[in-house]
Structures are given as structure tokens and as C-alpha cells.
């Protein structure tokens, strides 16, 4: 199974991105969900989000 979210840096914030698109791997298109400088807080946003999806 893909991955839905994923965390990334980018220059001093860390982004957690959501994969749209139910395609194969070179289809999907990520986006992001927004920026925080805090990578304590970005991380705990992206744990959030996979607590959630594992829950469906």
C-alpha cells in the first residue's frame, strides 16, 4: 500500500504533504497541508493524520 502522507523539509519548514490521486506512484500528486517551522509540531501533525487512516 502507498503512502498517503509523508513529512518534508523545505528550507527551514517542514511540510506535511497529502498524496491526491488513487493512480500509481508516478500519477500521484502531492500537496501540502501547510508549513511549520517546528519540526516537533510538524512531526505531531503527521503522526495525527497516519493515527486517523489507520483507524478506517
Same mark, same amino acid.
Given at each position: !500500500?502507498?503512502?498517503?502522507? +509523508?513529512? *518534508?523539509? %523545505? &528550507?527551514?519548514?517542514?511540510? #506535511? !504533504?497529502?498524496?491526491? &490521486? $488513487?493512480?500509481? *506512484?508516478?500519477? $500521484?500528486?502531492?500537496?501540502?497541508? &501547510?508549513?511549520?517551522?517546528? %519540526?516537533? #509540531? @510538524?512531526?505531531? #501533525?503527521?503522526?495525527?493524520? +497516519? $493515527?486517523?487512516? @489507520?483507524? +478506517?
Amino acid at each position: !500500500m502507498a503512502e498517503r502522507f +509523508k513529512l *518534508a523539509s %523545505q &528550507g527551514r519548514t517542514w511540510h #506535511v !504533504m497529502a498524496r491526491k &490521486g $488513487a493512480g500509481a *506512484a508516478t500519477e $500521484a500528486l502531492w500537496l501540502s497541508l &501547510g508549513g511549520c517551522p517546528d %519540526q516537533i #509540531v @510538524a512531526t505531531r #501533525v503527521y503522526l495525527t493524520l +497516519k $493515527a486517523r487512516e @489507520a483507524l +478506517k
